[in-house]
């Protein structure tokens, strides 16, 4: 008889794209029905903030009863390292983050809001888990990237998304004129986010910088109630446009 160890499932988690920050709208409808019931089941977690992550479990339990109480979820942050520096280069291994899965366990895989490792750190969990053998399943819920693309007007079949811009001036304008060219000259779409706080600072720099021909749109907080979603020429948003404010992160793209 075969008694070898069964290797858990790695399921990917999406949060609502609230940040924690609008709790009074309603989870489920947010997220499906069949992704919080698949999230209550799981007692074992990686996330990028323990808090977080037992605030949204308590949300969940709210609506589908956790197959642990909360006292008694496991719960794995990923490193320090890995929020300053990124998982996505390979450098980072997670292997010893999914020894609950090794053992048998499903584990579950969650980020501060959207999709984990689409613009947020867990690429290293998802690498470690195929390369034990184990299966991972992406649960349905929102990705802002996506969304916005959807909802910007631009060519949804040539894109990138090319993370975080520079924080210095210079070497953001020139980046902004780098993705300018491939938009144009090549139709691809390109996407960025920004956090909160920089999100004035790089508004003008798209402004100052882009052509005004360019296409600009900006996404946020898409599926909730205080969603913004607006994709103008860049002539059209400097004779008049509010610029985005600085209590979510931004999507932003550009193209033609």
């Known amino acids: 008889m075969n008694t070898a160890t069964r290797i858990g499932t790695l399921y990917l988690v ?3 794209l609230d940040f924690g920050c609008d709790t009074q709208t309603p989870l489920q409808d947010m997220l499906p029905e069949g992704t919080l019931r698949s999230a209550a089941q799981l007692t074992h977690w990686v996330c990028e903030n323990a808090k977080s992550c037992r ?3 308590k949300r969940i339990d709210a609506l589908h009863p956790l197959a642990a109480p909360l006292q008694q979820q496991h719960i794995t942050e ?3 390292e890995v929020h300053k520096k990124g998982d996505h280069t390979g450098q980072f291994n997670a292997t010893p983050l999914i020894a609950p899965l090794l053992a048998g366990h499903d584990m579950g895989l969650v980020s501060e809001a959207g999709m984990p490792a689409v613009a947020d750190p867990g690429s290293s969990v998802v690498r470690a888990a195929h390369d034990a053998g184990a299966r991972v399943e992406p649960l349905t819920g929102p990705v802002s990237l996506l969304l916005a693309l959807a ?3 631009l060519n949804g079949q040539n894109f990138a998304f090319t993370g975080y811009l520079p924080q210095d001036a210079g ?6 004129r780098q993705l300018e060219v491939l938009a144009l000259q090549q139709g691809q779409t390109q996407l960025f986010i920004e956090t909160p706080y920089r999100n004035a600072a790089l508004w003008q720099a798209l402004l100052q910088h882009l052509q005004p021909t360019t296409r600009l749109a900006l996404a946020a907080g ?8 607006e994709s103008r020429a860049v002539r059209d ?3 008049g446009g509010t610029a985005p404010d600085n209590r979510t992160p931004v999507v932003y793209a550009i193209g033609r």
């Open 78 to 80: 990923l490193p320090r």
């Open 14 to 16: 999406p949060a609502p």
């Open 237 to 239: 948003w400097r004779k």
């Open 55 to 57: 605030a949204y479990l």
């Open 171 to 176: 070497e953001r304008a020139q980046r902004i």
């Open 151 to 153: 909802a910007s007007g």
């Open 222 to 229: 898409l599926t909730l109630p205080q969603a913004r979603m």
